[in-house]
């Protein structure tokens, strides 16, 4: 088990490119949850998906705003257009059914 | 839909003395409840869960949580506090008798161990 991965684990870019976001969680957890994060707040919830469903997604979400999970094993997120109040961290999870979510270190997102 | 709240920005606790973050939550159903802690620039780590049985429950590094069903509440505590327990804490909830039982958390609990 060696946990959820993040890649990149910073991304540095100018408003207006696009952005992708890599997530590989834990092998046998079939959910998997992108949460953004601001310095100080909690997490705010994005998407999940239930192996590759995407069960649902944030209304805060805009369209610029995609995440994939093909064959239900690792996870993309996409943001395109990036405005400079996408600058945060993107959390990735997973977990079994209902168990607790296992988190990865985090994409930290800064766009000038 | 769900959601939780706590309402202290910041605790601040000596050393030795025993600690307690505040958590309320709202559900339409059942709740399975947890708490998280998170180091500066890091991930967040899983404390504790409440899914059914005993309304106290223990996690990790002495900490332990009582979850209130009258008073919705899953209030996280220490009874002797390290200043290495200095983070930010935060309470999540999952309603698994809504559709796709998506997990919310709170705005976060700032703790500070003063030596």
């Known amino acids: 088990d060696t946990g959820v991965s993040q890649n990149p684990r910073h991304k540095i870019t100018k408003r207006g490119q696009n952005v992708t976001f890599r997530c590989d969680p834990i092998?046998?957890?079939?959910?998997l949850y992108w949460y953004r994060q601001t310095l100080g707040q909690g997490p705010e919830f994005l998407t999940y998906f239930q192996n590759e469903a995407q069960l649902e997604k944030s209304r805060l979400l805009s369209d610029r705003f995609s995440a994939e999970r093909p064959k239900g094993s690792f996870s993309t997120l996409e943001i395109q257009r990036t405005e400079q109040g996408d600058s945060a961290m993107y959390l990735c999870a997973s977990s079994l059914q209902t168990g607790e979510l296992f988190f990865g270190e985090g994409s930290r997102l800064t766009v000038l | 839909a769900q959601s939780v709240a706590q309402p202290e920005d910041q605790v601040n606790v000596a050393e030795g003395n025993p600690l307690t973050v505040k958590c309320t939550y709202s559900?339409?159903?059942?709740?399975?409840l947890f708490w998280y802690v998170q180091y500066p620039n890091r991930g967040l780590q899983f404390l504790l869960k409440y899914i059914t049985g005993d309304n106290l429950v223990k996690g990790s590094y002495g900490f332990e949580a009582e979850f209130n069903k009258s008073q919705t509440s899953f209030h996280l505590k220490k009874p002797s506090a390290l200043v290495s327990d200095s983070a930010l804490y935060f309470c999540a909830v999952r309603d698994i008798e809504t559709s796709y039982d998506k997990v919310i958390f709170g705005p976060g609990t700032s703790l500070s161990v003063i030596p």
């Open positions: 559900v339409s159903g059942n709740p399975y």
């Open positions: 092998s046998e957890h079939n959910r």
